[in-house]
Each structure stands twice: as structure tokens, then as C-alpha cells.
């Protein structure tokens, strides 16, 4: 229960879902943890929870998409904890969907600007600190959609996720020397206010939950200890990769 002592984590996108799924087992893990979101107030109820556990966590509410929130994350980690270990980018949005014939070039920019910018932003803070402490964990959500599966109607959804994973690999390569591991997690389907809102009828959930190998979607908490493998020691010879943790949605033809 001490994969992560003497750690210091980032979460976004933290106030629900695998964000908050993740931030929960960090601390039950040992680590000190720093939660980010926009919604102030869910991540205060997430701080509260950590810490009745005994853990230690604090939330500092904003847009990933400001480089200056991604700054003060980091400072945040630093004078609260004395510095980072590991940072779960997490933070994304479904957004606009339709044919790329139907949607605007402001909708198109702005789930690149959540989804992957927000990941750069990020990165070019968390990297130099964990540099500072001899090396780190850097994770970043991604997903099977434009990876393995190409869905109608998803594009701007999947070309920024796709390229998290481009992001993921240029990152490992650039500083692997400097003790940084640098991993993408692609979940399938999961039982999360977006996964409900991509599909959300009756009807459409047994659809794509029978689209996996295992005619189920995951519970956050699933996906959340395989975040936890890539940010622990035990995978301290993976970095450059794209994890499918999917329930073999990738691989399904039936």
C-alpha cells in the first residue's frame, strides 16, 4: 500500500471520473497529491476525502488551458510538498463532434487547445521539476479512438488524442537520459460523466459496451490502477508507450 511514498503527484482533471479515481489511490499510495480541475468545490469534497483517509492533498482550481495554471501546479507541488515526482495529465474534453464538414474551425481549436495543448502547457512546467529531483513520471490520458478505432463524428476528439500519444513519444525520447519516463494510458470505454455523455440512452451504453471483448465498460478505479503501474517504480523500464487498457474494444469484430 506504499507504491508511491515520499512521492509528490499532479492530477488533473481530478474532480471526477478517472482524474479523481487516480488522485484517491495516489494518496491511498503514499502520495502527496495536488488536484486540479475547474470546479472548485468537487475538489475541495476530493481533498476532504483524502485527507479523512489520512492522506495529504491540496486543490488549486483552473483552465488547463492558461500556462499560467500549469505553473502554479507546479509551484504549488513545490511549496506545499517540496517538489514533483509524477504528473497525471488527465484533464480532456469529448468536444465538438460532427463531420469535419459540420464543425467550426473555434470548436475544432478548442478541443485541441483542452485535450492536447493543455498537455504541452503542462509538460514544459512538470518536466524541469522533476529533473530537479532526479527523475519522474509523466502520464498523459489518450484513448483508443484515432489509435486503434476510428469513430464518425469524432475527429476532433481523436486527432488531439492521437497526438498525445506523438507527444508522449518525442517527450520519452528528449528526456529518458534526464530520468524522466514519459507513457500514454488509452482506456476503452468507462463509466464517466463524459463516457455517459457520448453515450447516453440505454440503448447506446449496451452498444458500445458490447463493442468490447469483455461486453463490459470499466469503472474508473480500473483504469486508475494502471495509471498507478506507470507511475510507480514497478514500470521503471516503460516509457515511449501507448497502454491500452480497453477491455479489447481495439481488437473486437464481434
Known sequence: MNALKGKVAIVTGASSGIGRATALLFAEEGAEVVVAARRKPDLDDLVTEIVAAGGRAVAV????????????????????????????????????????????????HETLETNLTSAFLGARQQIPAMISRGGGSLIFTSTFVGHTAGIPGMAAYAASKAGLFGLTQVLAAEFGAQGIRVNAILPGGTDTPMGRSAASTP????????????????????????????????????????????????????
Open 61 to 108: 482550481a483552473g483552465d488547463v488551458r492558461d500556462s499560467r495554471y500549469a505553473e502554479a501546479l507546479v509551484a504549488t507541488a513545490s511549496a506545499q510538498f517540496g517538489g514533483l515526482d509524477i504528473a497525471f495529465n488527465n484533464a480532456g474534453t469529448l468536444g465538438v463532434m460532427g463531420s469535419v464538414t459540420e464543425i467550426s474551425p473555434a470548436g475544432w
Open 203 to 254: 440503448e447506446a451504453q449496451a452498444f458500445v459496451e458490447g463493442l468490447h471483448a469483455l461486453k463490459r465498460i470499466a469503472a474508473p478505479q480500473e483504469i486508475a490502477r494502471c495509471v498507478l503501474h506507470l507511475a510507480s517504480d514497478a514500470a521503471s523500464f516503460m516509457t515511449g508507450t501507448a497502454m491500452l487498457v480497453d477491455g479489447g474494444v481495439s481488437i473486437t469484430r464481434s
